[in-house]
């Protein structure tokens, strides 16, 4: 059974603080990791992707992968009270074209920035 | 564009009801997929399309079917509705893999109680 877990909620920081998000996920063959934020009753938007080792930033947000320790992190830098959301982490499993990209999601994380 | 649609919004159902939650997208998107997400939780595939006439299970399949009669449109069927259907089913589409990794472009969800 391929799972995605991350960790424990809710987690609550204070505005302009870094917020730290993380997921670890069971397989080795993974190929794509993404980040969703949902407001509540809210669909899931896109925050990010990435699928190579390392740092990718966009914004106030950075995605970390280490495929070695399976272990895929957000951070949010300068958090806002508008960032306050349940963020989910989705994995696609397969490679390239053969995966459909089919998701496997985690059960998220919820946000809380206070002013 | 529209992008995906989905209805009803809410919907409220005995048990042993069935209903077809529809959903649509003007995307021209080769790939379409059907969530439900429990209170708390993150989503879980249901099923998926990758073109009209193909459709596969996903993690979740049972209590429900789906039909792909063209691009635009994928009908989600509840049959026997029973309370553990009980969830937000949300609709999702891609284009398909462009050599770096798929995004899921999300409905804004159908809220389903089983009672």
């Known amino acids: 059974q391929k799972e995605v877990e991350q960790n424990s909620g809710p987690l609550s920081v204070p505005e302009g603080a870094i917020a730290s998000l993380n997921c670890t996920y069971s397989d080795r063959g993974s190929q794509s990791f993404f980040w969703y934020r949902q407001y509540s009753g809210k669909s899931p938007e896109l925050i990010m992707f990435?699928?190579s080792n390392g740092d990718k930033e966009d914004g106030r947000f950075t995605a970390q992968l280490n495929k070695a320790s399976q272990y895929v992190s957000l951070l949010i830098r300068d958090s806002q009270p508008s960032d306050s959301a349940t963020y989910l982490c989705a994995v696609n499993w397969g490679a390239g074209g053969t995966s459909y990209g089919k998701l496997t999601f985690g059960q998220g994380t919820i946000l809380t920035v206070h002013p | 564009n529209a992008g995906v649609t989905q209805t009803p919004k809410f919907r409220i159902l005995k048990i042993g009801q069935s209903m077809t939650l529809q959903c649509a997208q003007d995307?021209?998107?080769?790939?379409m997929y059907w969530y439900r997400q429990d209170p708390g939780m993150g989503l879980k595939l249901i099923y998926y399309s990758v073109g009209a006439g193909i459709t596969d299970k996903g993690e979740v399949p049972n209590g429900y079917n789906v039909s792909r009669s063209t691009t635009e449109d994928f009908p989600l069927r509840l049959e026997l509705a029973a309370p553990s259907q009980t969830s937000v089913y949300f609709c999702?589409?891609?284009?398909?893999?462009?050599?770096?990794?798929?995004?899921?472009?999300f409905g804004p969800g159908t809220r389903l109680t089983v009672t």
């Open positions: 999702a589409s891609s284009p398909p893999f462009q050599g770096a990794t798929y995004e899921q472009y």
């Open positions: 990435i699928y």
């Open positions: 995307m021209n998107h080769n790939y």
